[in-house]
């Protein structure tokens, strides 16, 4: 670890904070006493009269963009069946518009100044002799160059599937600005394995985490429950001392996309980082 202790490397996720407005996810952020965020980009690139100065914006109030965020069109988390068919780039039926936001994304990325983008790619083939792996494999090395160009790198969302799926597909990509945001709650949200396992194994791929806790569901095939950090299955001492192992220096978002006590519950997760990673 660097001498920036991992408290100082937290951020929260502007999504996480609901904000209509550049000035009210100012006023948010301040609210979580945090002034590091992952902005969303998607309402820069379709609502530019509301969001076209948010960069200027944040600076002027001395708050630091770590990294950005863009999802994709037509996905639907209603269950995990719907998301499986729905999500990232995946999907024949969305990609053409998706490839067309992507691009813009890309641009604006980069008039940002920003390092890292993150994204959840969609369902990844489990097996890559599958017909449709060299289908997403074509797409992503797509995305990840548009990227490249613009000296930015590429953070794939864990969840959906398990960490060695994740593994063979960068061996694959064979794309050094591709990494991994690892999302411990998602493992446990997809029921997609062991967090702290799936840590270890994607360990030489992360580019930056969210802290964010969740439940297993207790029915198999169905989504678990995202819960305030610290109330979950996550376990957060061994997660800290894994990322100090792996000698992580990258950022520590907040993600909490559930509950609406969310100021409440980022200054927790705030607490427990601060408690349990020393």
């Not at 902005?39 to 600076?59: F, K, N």
């Not at 599937?161 to 990509?173: H, R």
């Amino acid at each position: 670890m660097t001498s920036r202790s991992l408290s100082d490397r937290l951020a929260v996720c502007s999504w996480s904070l609901h904000p209509a407005s550049p000035g009210e996810l100012v006023a948010r952020l301040e609210g979580t006493g945090i002034r590091r965020v992952q902005l969303a980009l998607d309402p820069l690139r379709e609502s530019p009269e509301v969001w076209g100065r948010t960069g200027e914006m944040l600076q002027q109030k001395g708050i630091t963009i770590v990294s950005g965020m863009f999802g994709c069109i037509g996905e639907d988390y209603s269950t995990l069946e719907t998301i499986r068919v729905t999500g990232g780039i995946a999907p024949d039926a969305t990609w053409e518009q998706n490839w067309k936001n992507i691009q813009a994304t890309a641009v604006l990325a980069e008039q940002l100044g920003l390092k890292l983008v993150t994204l959840h790619a969609g369902f990844l083939p489990h097996e890559s002799r599958a017909p449709n792996f060299a289908r997403m494999l074509r797409r992503l090395t797509e995305v990840a160059d548009i990227f490249s160009a613009a000296k930015i790198a590429l953070g794939l969302e864990t969840g959906q599937e398990t960490a060695p799926v994740l593994v063979e597909l960068l061996q694959n990509l064979k794309r050094p600005n591709v990494g991994v945001n690892f999302d411990p709650a998602n493992m446990l949200l997809y029921g997609k394995g062991n967090p702290i396992e799936a840590l270890r194994l994607l360990g030489p791929w992360i580019r930056q985490v969210h802290i964010k806790d969740a439940v297993r569901a207790k029915t198999p095939g169905t989504w678990g429950q995202e819960v305030p950090v610290g109330t979950g299955e996550v376990d957060w001492r061994a997660f800290f001392a894994t990322l100090k192992e792996l000698k992580f220096t990258g950022d520590c978002v907040i993600e909490r996309e559930a509950g609406n006590q969310r100021l409440g519950d980022i200054r927790q997760a705030r607490e427990v980082v601060e408690k349990t990673s020393l």
